[in-house]
């Protein structure tokens, strides 16, 4: 079994930035997919940025520009940068895995609110 926990997020106003972490109980090398999704109020949930075991990392529209992922072996974490912030990110954030056995598995989210 996996376990995921996302930190980080919290209040900010338009046009701050938030640094999201999410620690896995295990090593972030051995995963396939390290990915950050977002579910904004009423909307379904989003891609936002993954990142492949060799590093290539993909993004989605809405981060494009703005939104950085990195990890660290070290701690087994890996991190979503969020800059120029407004209100329409308000939501909830997820970070995913995916195993080599295409297992997902999803941590419990963190409330981003961006007041205007």
């Known amino acids: 079994q996996v376990t995921l926990v996302e930190s980080g997020g919290g209040l900010v106003e338009t046009g701050g930035s938030l640094r999201l972490s999410c620690r896995v109980s295990?090593?972030?090398?051995?995963?396939?997919?390290l990915a950050w999704h977002r579910q904004l109020p009423g909307q379904e949930r989003e891609m936002l940025v993954r990142?492949?075991?060799?590093?290539?990392?993909f993004s989605g529209d809405s981060a494009k520009g703005r939104f950085t992922m990195s990890r660290d072996f070290a701690k087994n974490t890996f991190d979503l940068q969020m800059n120029d912030l407004t209100p329409e990110d308000t939501g909830v954030y997820y970070c995913?895995?995916?195993?080599?056995?295409?297992?997902?598995?999803w941590g419990q989210g963190t409330q981003v609110t961006v007041s205007s």
């Open positions: 995913r895995v995916l195993d080599h056995n295409n297992q997902v598995y």
């Open positions: 295990r090593m972030v090398l051995g995963f396939k997919i």
């Open positions: 990142m492949t075991n060799e590093g290539y990392t």
